[in-house]
């Protein structure tokens, strides 16, 4: 219990921190309302519920780095139960003769949680402590040619990390040296171990009148240190303890992972598109920088970042950190911004190096979406700027002119000529069942032409009534949005839209064999009136063998391994069909150590198809290649024409060691010799 005097003196303390605590929280709520739109605040009950499980999973950064996780969570937990510590203290403290329920169960569980709590927080944080400036793990690193603003450059985040450490060890330390002085005066307690473990071994001899100086003094040192330091938690990458459990809470609703907003291009009153400066993303992307832990995961595993390139998913958000930080006073009192992304946040070839494979949003703890930021930043460039790599106008011509990015001319429908039936069109087949959705590529590319005849093949062999919808087809627009060119993808989405209602596909079933398209036509045309139930083509295949009306020759047992696609794993989550149509062809499966929703980009998505890759030490498909190869697998399986040919490139530069191929194409040649019942 307090003196009167230190009553007095704490409620001064309270008084001056929480109005300094009001003044900088303000500061970063001013800021984060700056960015366009809203935070998504709808059906809040369940937003809430998303918060809370983010907060108690940590974002489920056991996925990875599982040792440091498991010293993360310790640390998060303990510091979490500290809060209510730290009330319990503060009210023990003031309040005359209260304890908090000190004689029962209740009262002990707790001191047995604070006293464990303690400990697990000082193990963590003596350990993340040794990571960073003992061991300098060259994960926290970030490579040079990567822009960093200088204060980051020159060891910001060193500093930063080090005041938060320092913080945590003497808030916690403190307040279990002054639980070890309280036993050491009332005697051992058994609910608390490891402070009647210090009192016993360092404080045996004391005095009482020693004790209870001790006890004030960390009492002081405790409680003081978390008023100190909460005017100045919006300023340090601490502020992700209740920025990212909050980030994840007001979120937008998202169709799948990496889905982009929409643009209003019929509001004459918007002038930007886009994003320049920071002012110009959307709330949610500018609440990302206060969330950033800064652990670089988004880094491990970009692909630009991994072969080379200027790109650093982590870097982008850090930057937006630190210029907020630099600026908070002026930007919260409404100051101007105008200096653009592009100067202080991200390099030009960084902007274009992304793949959108969406690993950074679907690996970060914290919710944040670095590669939404830099599609919005291509908007940017294309739509304002008029500045993008001249290879991508070939692309755009030919969807503005001839409905492809290949810019062919031929028909839709050569594909079909070397199939020894015929394949229907909507017209020839009105009431059909299935809509196969040929694609661009399985239009005009060999290598993805041999999957939509793969895929024809099954339908014609299962019974399946399908139809196509030949020259009346044209591109979904994926490329064309990805890469930052919103109108035109717009234009070939409400055409498309007009087709396919035309055509009732919104009443029937939509399969193909890209992923993109998989993901264009179900996930994104919603938004512009266009609703359709469409299916990857492994999702039919494995269904059509599940049902018996696909028979297939599974005695083979041939090795193979398969690329997940960004755009079918990763972002809308079809990992296991593709695995169950490989293994009823009679495949083996050797899984690559990325697969799944953590599979490594081919290098083609993001319309990186359709230009020249930015300057690396390799190529994004030759390091994916080099994985599938060191499985010993003699099949190379995908599930995505664009996979396909990134694969096939990089299998023929080798000498063609592996036999690339669709999933459909395996599951074609397995059906050979299978009498049809």
Known sequence: MLSTFERI????????????VYNTFRQMALVINRGQGALALNDLPRRAMTGLIALLTQ???????????????????????????????????LVPGFTFFHDNIIGQLFRLAADLFAAAVLIGVVYFLLRRFAAQDPALKTRGNVKLMERVREGGIS??????GLFILFHVGSRLMGAAFKVGLDGPDGWQPVASFIAATFLRGLSPEALTLGFHAFWWLAIGLIFLFLPYFPYTKHAHLFMGPLNFMLSPDRTYLGQMRKLDLDDETIEQFGANDLDDLPKKHILDAFACIMCNRCQQVCPAYNTGKELSPAALEINKRYYIRQNMPELAAGAANGTPLLDYAISESAVWAC??????????????????????????????????????????????????????????MEWAE???????????????????WVGCAGAFNPDAQKTVQAMATILHAAGVSFAV?????????????????????????????????????????????????????GKEYGELGGHYKVFHHTQLIAD????????????????????????????????????????AAGMTLLEMPRSGKDSFCCGAGGAQYWKEEEHGTETVNVNRYREARATGAAVLAVGCPFCNTMMSD????????????????VVVEAMKGVAVS
């Open 59 to 93: 974002g489920r950064i056991i996925r990875h780095r599982k040792i440091t996780s498991l010293f993360h969570y310790g640390v998060a937990f303990g510091f979490i139960f500290y809060g209510l510590v730290n009330v319990i203290d503060v009210v023990e403290g």
């Open 355 to 412: 793949t959108a494979c969406g690993h950074c949003v679907y690996i970060c703890p914290v919710g944040n979406v670095p590669m939404l930021d830099i599609m919005e930043i291509r908007r940017d460039q294309v739509m304002m700027q008029s500045e993008f790599p001249e290879q991508l106008k070939g692309a755009f011509v030919g969807m503005e002119r001839m409905g492809n990015p290949w810019q062919a001319q031929a028909s839709r």
């Open 544 to 583: 059509l063998v599940g049902t018996g009306k696909l028979r297939l020759n599974g005695g083979t047992l041939t090795q193979a391994t398969f690329h997940d696609p960004c755009f079918l794993g990763r972002h809308n989550g079809v990992l296991d069909e593709p695995r169950a149509a490989l293994a």
């Open 9 to 20: 003196m704490f409620l001064l303390l309270v008084v001056v921190c929480l109005t300094a």
């Open 650 to 665: 990089a299998n023929r530069e080798q000498g063609a060691p592996m036999a690339v191929k669709d999933v459909a194409e």
């Open 418 to 436: 070397p199939l020894p039936f015929a394949v229907p069109t909507v017209a020839e087949n009105p009431d059909y069942e299935y809509l196969l």
């Open 159 to 164: 500093v930063d990390s080090l005041i938060v």
């Open 469 to 521: 919808l030949g020259d009346d087809e044209t591109c979904t627009g994926d490329s064309a949005r990805r890469a930052g060119n919103e109108p035109l993808f717009q234009a070939m989405a409400e055409a498309n839209i007009e087709t396919l209602n035309a055509a009732k596909a919104n009443e029937r079933r939509i399969v193909t064999s890209c992923p993109h398209c998989f993901t264009t036509l």
